[in-house]
């Protein structure tokens, strides 16, 4: 990923998407009366219960969004710096805020108790009914049935705990294995594999660097090295070299609809933000990397996959490139917003795409504005302009 991304790796401004710096900015505990009634609110709704809603982040709190007529239905304060994530189910998101995850029942517009704290809150990964999270400041991995968490409760699950702590991501598979990266706060090195009963059955440490996770048709995963990918299939681990020697794969986007998975692709290990032109689509069938020119910039928010497993990329000259998988073939350009320039600072706001069903939602900062985008006629369903300009973007999705 581009250095914003980096900075959030242990290893400072080495890689994207990771960094000994705080995932999280310095904040606060929620005060405002949005937030003071969250801890009496019920899990399972409220009164006028938002439909399939989304969760912008701006700063200092959250904006609740209706997801067909971008209607803002709740504000709620929340100092610092917040990211979001699906939590697994139709009514929460993930917050991760400066003091670990909280979780956010969206359709009833309010903050729960559940909270799972711990330094540097990282990755949210959802796959095979269960939702994965990793605190990089401890370590620590939180495995939970996000089915549990209309009953208010903190859902009862399996915890692991990395050897030591690092910028890293876990994942859950349909047979109860789990896979989780391996490092220390100044190096990460691969992965390995636990069953279900936390027995060691796999490991590879033959991927430097290794971020950021992506689960494709048939249930390989694979994880980002700064030379390629290390995939995960039926046992055992098969690492797949880059084109060039450093060739970043530190994001990847996968879909249960095709084996192939989107990446983004780096090979500056010294620029301070590269901004590459070039994406990767890595088949875990074959076990080979496609490089795909979309002929512009993109940011490490800016990959998604379709409803059909189409690889979308959100470009800085405002369109999603809608890439067909398997030929590498740009199909088409849909027009989401205005041309932009990726910030230095990875925690500054930049047009952010979302996928869910066959809707693109996107964020265009620098207008406070927020789109609705049908993928495939590329037709705009709807805009808002919020009151302040949003970070992040994200939403309920259930399926995964």
Known sequence: MNK????????????????????????????SSSTAKAKDAPSAGSADPVGNPLVATFDGGLYILDGKSLELAETIELPGFNRVNPAGDADHVVVSTDKGFRVLNVTGKALTDIEYEGA????????????????DGTGQVDVFDPAELGGGKKPAGRTYTSAEA????????????????????????????????DKETARNENCPGVHGEAAAQGEAVAVGCEDGVLIYKDGSFTKVDAPDDYGRIG?????????????????????????????????????KIRLVDVGTSYSFRSLARGPHG?????????????????TGKVEKKVPAVGKW???????????????????????????????AIDIESGKK?????????????????SAH
């Open 4 to 31: 914003a991304i980096r900075n959030r790796t242990l290893t400072g401004a080495a890689l994207a998407l990771a960094v000994s710096t705080v995932l999280t900015a310095c904040g606060g505990e929620t005060t």
């Open 120 to 135: 540097k809150p990282g990755h949210v990964v959802r796959h095979a009914g269960k939702t994965v999270l990793f605190t």
């Open 166 to 197: 690092h910028h890293g991501v876990a994942i859950e598979l349909s047979n109860g294995e789990l896979l989780s990266t391996l490092g220390t706060e100044e190096k990460r090195t691969g992965a390995l594999v636990l069953d279900k009963n």
């Open 251 to 287: 994001n990847q986007a996968g879909s249960e609809e095709s084996p192939v998975l989107l990446g983004d692709y780096k090979t500056d290990p010294e620029a301070e933000l590269e901004r590459p032109t070039r994406v990767s689509l890595i088949d875990t069938e074959t076990s």
């Open 310 to 326: 189409e690889a979308l990329v959100l470009g800085t000259d405002g369109s999603i490139h809608v890439i067909d998988p398997d």
């Open 341 to 371: 320039q990726e910030p230095l600072d990875w925690q500054q706001a930049r047009p952010t795409l979302f996928v869910r069903d066959h809707t693109a939602y996107v964020s265009e900062p620098g207008k406070s504005a927020l789109h």
């Open 381 to 397: 369903l709807a805009s808002v302009t919020l009151p302040k300009s949003t970070n992040e973007l994200s939403g309920v999705v």
